[in-house]
Structures are given as structure tokens and as C-alpha cells.
């Protein structure tokens, strides 16, 4: 197959696609989601489970996207028709690209939402408003902020702005510009807060509930958790690593590469979790305290913490970058579609897709108060939507991305795109036919 590159440019090195996809994957997912789900499945045993799941469900999955993106050099509906073409299938399994991309479009529009809240801690956080509250009146002061609808909107708008602002500036001065900033800027921010954690008392209380092993605690229920949100922690499903790989460079390995990106996704995940839990433990609260965790139980820990003010505002600047690199890479793969199908000025798609997005987190918004009263199979326009996403589309698009490189994708071509050793394209080959798609149906199936 003749050399082709992406009309809309390429990573600058193998590094700053590592980045690039690590901020796509390292999202609320992981700094938001994944500390309350692990308080609310035990600690450690889960912990482990989700590590298994990433290993064996989410890189091989990853790897497939990639590679089928990279082979393509197009968007993700183009590409998966081109690799599909080219070993002898229907252009049908295009269809995989275009269910992915509303996907990614679906979950902005919410995702905008939850990230506007995070901007509204953040100004919190630094005029201190939130300083010395009470558990009860941190539940106030959230419930009062999902009350408003106007204060939501202004936030809400503000977030689709910063995110089209970067996607409209193209591969290079856009995506990568970003990436090369605002990566090390999460990592050190980490860091900072790691070290913070560790200052004090509750550190290693914080450490063996994470580390600790104790499978009494793991029940099914948790197994399940723990693979499906394997899964959507990296970007799965939804076309975004198909468009991040058409911009890889050629030479890079895709093994390395996915393994690297997995392996930083943990990370940030584990420690994140290592940043929250000693603050939650030394303020004698719950880590099960559920979805509320980080926006009820956490401005009242840092509130009642020395130099808690001034950590807490970095705090949710760290979870404010992670959502908006994450974004970013929702966005991209529709904007690159457009571009590439429709021949519009990236600008012009980038505005369409974000007005589009924008009118979409207006309903979402509105679910928490002027629209509560709608309702779409018994769940809010926002919880629908949610529910519908990681519980139907991501888990379709991921089985049968799965089954595509697995089964439709000649091995040669696969072969020749991983460039990996015998033993590990055969542990790569048989996770991709069989563990993953398997896998990810169980939970698709038993959370439906």
C-alpha cells in the first residue's frame, strides 16, 4: 500500500501523539469518576480488575483504532471504508465512524455541562466562596448552581468556545499547540497535588484503600463497573483514536505507542485517586460519597485544610484541563469528516459542530431545572443521554471495531501497521476476535 499522509497535517513525533491521545483519554473519566467509583466498589480488589480490564479489554482495542486510522490517513468513517476496501469487505462498516461520531458529539453536549461546573469551582475555589462551608452547605451551594440555568448557560458557553477555539486552529497550531501546553501542565499540577496529599496524616489511609487487596469487597456488580469503565476511560468507541492515528507519524510502533498511552491513562487515574482519598479520609468523610464527591465533599475537605484554598483551586484547574483535552478530541473527529467529505474551511466546521453541540448542552442544562419535567424513557434529557452513550452506542461502536480489525481486516495489513513481535500480535489478534468483543457485549448486555 502506497505511503499516504492526512491532508490535515501529523503529529510533530511519536511524543506528542502520546500526549496528544493521553489528553483525549485522561478526562472526568478519570479524575472525577474513577475515585468515586473505586470508593463505592471497595479499593484495591477493583482496582486490580480495572487494571486486568485495561489491559486485556481497552489497549487491544485501542491499538485497533489506531492502526485503522493510520492505515486510512482520513477520518474515521473514510478510513474504515479504505481499510475495508482494501482487504476485500463492504464500505458498510463505515457506518462504525459515523455512529462514532455522533457518539462523540452526544457526549459534548453533557460533558460541556459537568465541565462548566468545574470552571464555576474553579472561580469558587479562588475567591474563596467556598471557604469553610459545612457539608450541608456545600450540598446547597451545588444544588443551587444546578438550579440556575442562566449561570449554567454562561459556563456551559464558555467551555464550547475554549474547545472550538482549539479544534478550528487545525492539527498543528490547535490540537498539538494545546497538547505541548496543557498536558505538562496536568501532570505537574498532579504532582503538586500528590505532594500535598502526602503532607498529610491520612495518606497511608489513603494508600492501603486504594492498594489494599481485599476481594471480599469485589462483587459482580463491581467486575462490571470496572470493564466498562476500562473501556471508556480511553476514548473508545467513538472514532476519536481512528482520527488521532491518521495524523501518526509512519514510523512510531503502535504497540509501544497504545501501551504508553494506557499506561499514562492509569497513572493519572491512580493518582488522582492517591490525591483524593487522604484529603476525604483526614476530614473523616465517606469515598463512596458517590458522583457528588468531588463537588460536595471535597470543597468542604480543602475548605477545613491548611493552605486548602489555594489546592483546592488547583485542583479543579487540573480537572478543568483533563475535560478540556478530552473536548477537544470529541470534536475532532466530526470536524475532520466535514472537512474532509464536505471540503469546508476547518473554521466553519469547527463553529457548525459547536453551535450544534451548544444548542444540544442547552437541553442537558435545562434537566436540572427549567426542562426537569422532560423526560426520555423515564431518565432526563442529561441522564438519557449519558445512559444511552456509555451503555449502548460506545460499547456497539467498540464490539464491532473489535470484530472489524479482528475478522474483516486482512492479518497482513494489521500485522504490517503494529509491527510487533509474533507472540504479541497473537495475544493482540485473539483479544481483538474474541476477549474484547465478548467482553464488552457482557456488559453492554447486563447493563441494558
Known amino acids: 500500500m502506497q505511503e499516504k499522509t492526512s491532508s490535515q497535517g501529523s503529529w510533530a513525533s511519536r511524543w506528542v501523539f502520546i500526549m496528544a491521545a493521553t489528553g483525549s483519554a485522561v478526562g472526568l473519566g478519570n479524575i472525577w469518576k474513577f475515585p468515586y467509583i473505586t470508593g463505592e466498589n471497595g479499593g484495591g480488589a477493583f482496582v486490580l480488575v480495572y487494571l486486568v480490564c485495561i489491559l486485556f479489554v481497552g489497549i487491544p482495542i485501542m491499538m485497533a483504532e489506531v492502526f485503522i ?30 455512529v462514532g461520531m455522533f457518539t462523540g458529539i452526544m457526549i459534548f453536549s453533557f460533558y460541556s455541562i459537568v465541565a462548566g461546573w468545574v470552571l464555576n469551582y474553579i472561580k469558587a475555589m479562588a475567591t474563596g466562596e467556598l471557604a469553610g462551608l459545612t457539608s450541608d452547605q456545600a450540598n446547597a451551594t451545588f444544588k443551587a448552581l444546578l438550579a440556575d440555568p442562566m449561570t449554567l448557560l454562561g459556563w456551559h458557553t464558555l467551555f464550547v468556545v475554549m474547545t472550538v477555539f482549539v479544534v478550528a486552529r487545525g492539527v498543528n497550531k490547535g490540537l498539538e499547540m494545546a497538547t505541548r501546553i496543557m ?42 463497573v470496572a470493564l466498562g469503565h476500562s473501556f471508556f476511560t480511553l476514548s473508545l468507541g467513538m472514532g476519536t483514536m481512528m482520527a488521532y492515528g491518521s495524523y501518526m507519524p509512519k514510523k512510531a510502533s503502535i504497540g509501544s505507542t497504545v501501551i504508553a498511552i494506557g499506561a499514562l491513562d492509569t497513572l493519572v487515574a491512580l493518582v488522582a485517586g492517591l490525591c483524593i482519598f487522604p484529603v476525604i479520609f483526614a476530614n473523616g468523610m465517606d469515598p463512596a460519597a458517590g458522583p457528588g464527591l468531588m463537588f460536595m465533599s471535597l470543597p468542604v ?68 431545572n427549567f426542562m426537569s419535567n422532560i423526560t426520555l424513557f423515564g431518565k432526563n434529557i442529561f441522564d ?51 476477549i474484547s468483543p465478548i467482553a464488552v457485549a457482557i456488559v453492554f448486555v447486563l447493563n441494558l
Open 69 to 98: 486510522g493510520r492505515r486510512g490517513r482520513k477520518n474515521p468513517v473514510d478510513s474504515l471504508e479504505d481499510v475495508a476496501e482494501e482487504s476485500g469487505q463492504t464500505k458498510a462498516w463505515g457506518l462504525i465512524g459515523i
Open 183 to 224: 498536558m505538562p501542565a496536568l501532570f505537574i499540577l498532579l504532582l503538586v497535588l500528590l505532594g500535598y496529599a502526602m503532607s498529610t496524616k491520612s495518606f497511608s489511609a489513603g494508600w492501603h484503600f486504594m492498594f489494599d487487596f481485599d476481594f471480599s469487597k469485589l462483587s459482580w456488580s463491581a467486575v462490571l
Open 301 to 368: 475537605a480543602f475548605g477545613q485544610m491548611p493552605f486548602g484554598q489555594l489546592f483546592g483551586f488547583l485542583f479543579f484547574v487540573l480537572v478543568g484541563i483533563a475535560a478540556w483535552t478530552s473536548s477537544i478530541s470529541l470534536m475532532e473527529p466530526t470536524v475532520a469528516f466535514i472537512v474532509e467529505r464536505m471540503k469546508i474551511k476547518r473554521i466553519t466546521a469547527s463553529i457548525a459542530i459547536g453551535f450544534i453541540v451548544w444548542l444540544l448542552g442547552i437541553a442537558c442544562l435545562g434537566s436540572f
Open 384 to 434: 438519557f443521554l449519558d445512559y444511552a452513550t456509555a451503555n449502548i452506542m460506545l460499547p456497539l461502536g467498540g464490539i464491532f471495531t473489535a470484530l472489524f480489525a479482528g475478522w474483516a481486516v486482512k492479518s497482513k495489513f494489521s500485522e504490517e501497521e503494529l509491527s510487533v513481535s509474533k507472540l504479541f500480535f497473537s495475544y493482540w489478534k485473539i483479544s481483538v476476535m474474541v
